[in-house]
C-alpha cells in the first residue's frame, strides 16, 4: 500500500517535470516501506535517496526555468532553498537518532503538493513558449509536422 498515490491534477504538462514530481512520490512510499520494516540502514539509504534527488530535481528545475524570462526565479530558488534546508535538518535529526520519517513525508507531500499546484504552474507557459519557440520543436515539426 502506497503512502502517497500520484494525483495526475498536479501534471504540469512538462513531461520531464511532471516524471520528476513523480519520482519524489515514488522516494516519499519507499521511505515510508523501509521505516515499516524497522531496518535503520534501509531507512537511511531511502533517506538520503528522497533528499539527493529532491535537491537534484530542484536544481534541474531552476535550470530549466533560467532559460526562459520567468520573472518570479529569484522567489522560486528561495522557496526551493528554504525547504532544502527545512528538510536537512530532518535529515540531522534522524542521524541523531529520532524517528522523523512520518513527519517528514507529511511535510513533503504537503509542501511538493502546494509547491506544484501555485508555485510551479506560474512557470510552465514561460517554458511551454520557450520549448515552442526552440529550434527542436521547429525541426521536429518540419519533419513530422504539427
Given at each position: 500500500m502506497n503512502y502517497w498515490t500520484w494525483?495526475?491534477?498536479l501534471n504540469l504538462g512538462i513531461t520531464t517535470i511532471d516524471a520528476q514530481h513523480r519520482h519524489i512520490a515514488d522516494f516519499i512510499n519507499k521511505l515510508i516501506q523501509?521505516?515499516?520494516t524497522g531496518d535503520n540502514i534501509l531507512t537511511s539509504q531511502a533517506l538520503i535517496g528522497l533528499l539527493d534527488y529532491t535537491i537534484t530535481h530542484f536544481a534541474?528545475?531552476?535550470?530549466l526555468i533560467a532559460q526562459t524570462n520567468y520573472p518570479l526565479l529569484e522567489g522560486h530558488k528561495k522557496a526551493h532553498n528554504a525547504f532544502a534546508e527545512r528538510?536537512?535538518?530532518y535529515k540531522e535529526l534522524h542521524e541523531a537518532g529520532n524517528d522523523i520519517v512520518k513527519p517528514l513525508a507529511n511535510e513533503l507531500k504537503l509542501w511538493l503538493t502546494q509547491?506544484?499546484?501555485?508555485?510551479d504552474k506560474q512557470y510552465v507557459p514561460y517554458v511551454k513558449e520557450?520549448?515552442?519557440?526552440?529550434?527542436?520543436?521547429?525541426?521536429?515539426?518540419?519533419?513530422?509536422g504539427k
Open positions: 494525483d495526475k491534477s523501509a521505516n515499516i534541474f528545475e531552476e535550470a528538510i536537512n535538518r509547491h506544484i499546484k501555485i508555485e520557450k520549448v515552442h519557440n526552440s529550434w527542436l520543436k521547429a525541426a521536429l515539426t518540419k519533419f513530422f
